[in-house]
């Protein structure tokens, strides 16, 4: 089993960058594969990057090119460096995990963060 925890989200502007992190408690930390999404009032869950334990990387449409996921095994850390951000990003961001490979389905994941606020100003 493992807890996850996500940090990083404020309020920027428009074009601004960010770092969440998300920290991971419990064994076998390379076992996982660790996923961002996002979620805004009133819509789905969207899948935004997802990182294998073997470092392949996979990303949402809307923020390939801006957005790019890495991880620390030795920090048990996943990180979602963002940038160029823009408005339409502004969500609450998830981080979870799953054993095995990745996967942009949200359901595949067992564990997830409590999640973290990023706003975006125009």
């Known amino acids: 089993q493992v807890q996850l925890m996500e940090s990083g989200g404020r309020l920027v502007e428009a074009g601004a960058s960010l770092r969440l992190s998300c920290e991971a408690s419990?064994?076998?930390?390379?076992?996982?594969?660790i996923g961002w999404f996002r979620q805004n009032s009133g819509k789905e869950r969207e899948f935004v990057a997802a990182?294998?334990?073997?470092?392949?990387?996979a990303y949402g449409e809307s923020v390939k090119g801006r957005f790019t996921c890495s991880r620390d095994n030795g920090k048990s850390t996943v990180y979602l460096a963002m940038n160029n951000l823009k408005p339409e990003d502004t969500a609450i961001y998830y981080c979870?995990?799953?054993?095995?490979?990745?996967?942009?389905?949200?359901?595949?994941?067992?564990?997830w963060g409590q999640g973290t606020q990023v706003t975006i100003s125009s």
């Open positions: 990182i294998s334990g073997g470092n392949t990387t």
């Open positions: 419990g064994q076998y930390f390379r076992a996982y594969s």
């Open positions: 979870a995990a799953k054993v095995g490979l990745r996967s942009d389905n949200r359901s595949h994941y067992a564990y």
